[in-house]
């Protein structure tokens, strides 16, 4: 079975850009969470989505948010890209409700640079 | 704020060794994970833990939580090269996940 995929593996942008962030999920898996984790520190949780709403939020600006879809494929946007936003951006997938038993499956991340 | 902190940051040992890494948590959770990341990639779930006094063992690893203390505790035992990696705890509290900063392990041979 494949695993979490995300797309584009690698993106550079500049200051002011907009950036879009694709995650599909292990078939069968209804949640998503989203991560960002600059070099050298833990991930820091943007969201999570469960059924298509959204079921929990970081500490991120509203510059951030995100969507799922009906077959449970999730983006990430980031508007106004700041030097700070440059990252791995982890999509993350389980079955069920994350936090409540349910292990998460990281895919391989999103590596986005900001000029 | 919400806080996990992890101990210690870097940690070198010998192949054949013991060792134990800490987790301490603020939150009232009764739940914490274990990961484990190799440079460059992405994260690895060990293991989850669900109650006051769960244990978990995989190979050489046994992870442990301690609820009251608010304090989990990653044991290593016999160190092989192959477990150098980079381990992270996380709590689930408020619909939020809280990592902790992460230990970075080298088994030296």
């Known amino acids: 079975d494949a695993g979490v995929t995300q797309s584009p593996t690698h993106l550079i942008k500049t200051r002011g850009q907009q950036v879009t962030l694709r995650c599909s999920p292990i078939?069968?898996?209804?949640?998503v969470s989203w991560y960002q984790q600059v070099l050298g520190q833990g991930p820091q949780f943007i969201f999570q989505?469960?059924?298509?709403?959204?079921?929990g939020r970081g500490n991120f600006p509203d510059r951030f948010s995100a969507r799922q879809f009906p077959n449970y494929s999730s983006e990430l946007n980031v508007n106004a890209l700041l030097l700070g936003d440059s990252a791995l951006y982890l999509c993350?997938?389980?079955?069920?409700?994350?936090?409540?038993?349910?292990?998460?499956?990281f895919g391989p991340g999103t590596r986005l640079l900001v000029l | 704020e919400l806080k996990v902190e992890q101990n210690p940051l870097f940690l070198s040992m010998q192949e054949g060794k013991n060792y134990t890494i800490y987790c301490n948590y603020s939150?009232?959770?009764?739940?914490l994970y274990w990961y484990r990341q190799d440079p460059g990639k992405s994260l690895e779930s060990l293991f989850v833990?669900?109650?006051?006094?769960a244990v978990k063992q995989e190979g050489r690893l046994m992870a442990s939580l301690d609820t009251k203390a608010r304090l989990s505790t990653l044991h290593i035992t016999a160190a092989v090269h192959d477990l150098s990696a980079t381990y992270f705890c996380?709590?689930?509290?408020?619909?939020?996940?809280?990592f902790g900063s992460g230990t970075k392990l080298n088994v030296k041979p």
């Open positions: 993350a997938s389980s079955l069920a409700l994350s936090g409540f038993q349910e292990t998460q499956y």
């Open positions: 078939s069968g898996h209804k949640s």
């Open positions: 989505y469960y059924e298509k709403e959204e079921r």
């Open positions: 939150t009232t959770s009764d739940r």
């Open positions: 833990l669900l109650s006051n006094g």
């Open positions: 996380a709590d689930y509290n408020f619909n939020k996940f809280y």
